[in-house]
C-alpha cells in the first residue's frame, strides 16, 4: 500500500499562502486518487480535494479558487496550494488515496492516509 507524509503546514495571517506537500512512497500518478482533507479536533473531516487517475481535480466549494493541487511527478509528489487563507481554514491537513477511477475523488471518499499537518490562520 502506498504510504503517504504530509508535511509543510504552519501559522499564517488572514490573507496569507502556504504550500502543503504531500510525499508518497511510490509512483502514484494515474495509479490512485491522492487527495486532501482537513480536520479540527472534535469535528467532521471536510474533504478539500481530490485528483482523480485521468488527472480531473475536484474542490470543495470552501476552497474552490483560494486552493490550487499541482504535482511533480518525478518526486511522487503531490502539493496543495493555499492562498488566502482564513481562520476558518484552521486544522489538520492530511493527504490521502482512493481509488483512481469512480466516485470516491468527486465525493472525497478516501481509503487511507499519513500523519496531518498543522495549519493556523490567525492574526
Known amino acids: 500500500d502506498v504510504q503517504l507524509q504530509a508535511s509543510g503546514g504552519g501559522e499564517v495571517q488572514p490573507g496569507g499562502s502556504l504550500r502543503l506537500s504531500c510525499a508518497a512512497s511510490e509512483f502514484i500518478f494515474g495509479n490512485y486518487g491522492i487527495g486532501w482533507f482537513r480536520q479540527v479536533p472534535g469535528q467532521e473531516r471536510e474533504g478539500i480535494s481530490c485528483?482523480?487517475?485521468?488527472?480531473?481535480?475536484y474542490y470543495a466549494e470552501s476552497v474552490e479558487g483560494r486552493f490550487t493541487v499541482s504535482s511533480d511527478t518525478a518526486k511522487n509528489t503531490m502539493y496543495l496550494q493555499m492562498n488566502n487563507l482564513r481562520p476558518e481554514d484552521t486544522a489538520v491537513y492530511y493527504c490521502a488515496e482512493t481509488i483512481p477511477y469512480g466516485s470516491n475523488c468527486p465525493r472525497f471518499i478516501f481509503r487511507s492516509w499519513g500523519q496531518g499537518t498543522l495549519v493556523t490562520v490567525s492574526s
Open positions: 485528483t482523480a487517475g485521468e488527472g480531473t481535480t
